[in-house]
Nanobody
Framework: QGQLVESGGGLVQAGGSLRLSCAASGRIFSNVAMASAWFRQAPGKERDFVAA????????NYADSVKGRFTISRDNANKMVYLQMNDLKPEDTAVYYC?????????????????WGRGTQVTVSS
């Protein structure tokens, strides 16, 4: 029993910034130490890893394409995960999904994540 809900997506010009939020409810984050992550999927493309963070925030993992531009963080007291996106590029355009897994490993494989949000659209114009 649980739910992840993303918010914060929208339309932004290249070079701009957005902050995505992921709110968890139910049993998610309540019983075990769960790593969380962000993935994205553009039309006609595979679902790609963006960033992951351990339960305590000590370990992070970023895709090479976003490293230095995006920052993942979390606030467990409020059951929130964030993705700060700076210097956005048109190739960042995608639906962004929040996900959590049942172990505290910052992996990049979507099949290892159990809980998923419905996604939020990010569109970056040239």
């Amino acid at each position: 029993q649980g739910q992840l809900v993303e918010s914060g997506g929208g339309l932004v010009q290249a070079g701009g910034s957005l902050r995505l939020s992921c709110a968890a409810s139910g049993r998610i984050f309540s019983n075990v130490a769960m790593a969380s992550a962000w993935f994205r999927q553009a039309p006609g493309k595979e679902r790609d890893f963006v960033a992951a963070i351990s339960w305590g925030g000590r370990l992070t993992n970023y895709a090479d394409s976003v490293k230095g531009r995006f920052t993942i963080s979390r606030d467990n007291a409020n059951k929130m995960v964030y993705l700060q996106m700076n210097d956005l590029k048109p190739e960042d355009t995608a639906v962004y999904y929040c996900a959590s897994r049942l172990t505290n490993v910052v992996g990049d494989t979507p099949q290892h994540y159990v809980y998923w949000g419905r996604g939020t659209q990010v569109t970056v114009s040239s």
